[in-house]
């Protein structure tokens, strides 16, 4: 399922304009992504959490010519499966 799936199951299911599921959707996705970007964890029970991992710094190594390169550190966004998600998918 992509974003215009969702947005028009929601149009269905909540029996609403497509403009007000849009607006509902990215409502949504912006409250996440903003608060992963502030440090916090988005979870949501039943189905997933979402959470920013924090990388050091290392040193890696150019495959192409073999030399040494620092990698600066980084965060990634990680998505973990939920429990309940899990047994629903594998019944």
Same mark, same amino acid.
């Given at each position: 399922?992509?974003?215009?799936?969702?947005? &028009?199951?929601?149009?269905?299911?909540?029996?609403? &304009?497509?403009?007000?599921?849009?607006?509902?959707v990215q409502i949504?996705?912006? #409250?996440?992504?903003? #608060?992963?970007?502030?440090?916090?964890?988005?979870?949501?029970?039943?189905? =997933? &959490?979402?959470?920013?991992? @924090?990388?050091?710094? !290392?040193? /890696?190594?150019? +495959?192409?010519?073999?030399? @040494?390169?620092?990698? @600066? +550190? @980084?965060k990634l966004p990680?998505?973990? =499966? /939920?429990?309940?998600?899990?047994?629903?998918?594998? !019944?």
């Amino acid at each position: 399922m992509n974003k215009l799936e969702l947005i &028009s199951a929601l149009k269905t299911e909540a029996n609403i &304009s497509k403009a007000d599921a849009a607006k509902v959707v990215q409502i949504f996705f912006d #409250s996440m992504a903003n #608060s992963m970007a502030a440090g916090d964890r988005v979870e949501i029970r039943g189905l =997933c &959490s979402f959470f920013v991992k @924090k990388y050091k710094s !290392y040193t /890696g190594r150019n +495959p192409k010519t073999g030399d @040494k390169v620092t990698i @600066k +550190p @980084k965060k990634l966004p990680f998505f973990k =499966c /939920g429990k309940e998600l899990k047994e629903r998918v594998d !019944y």
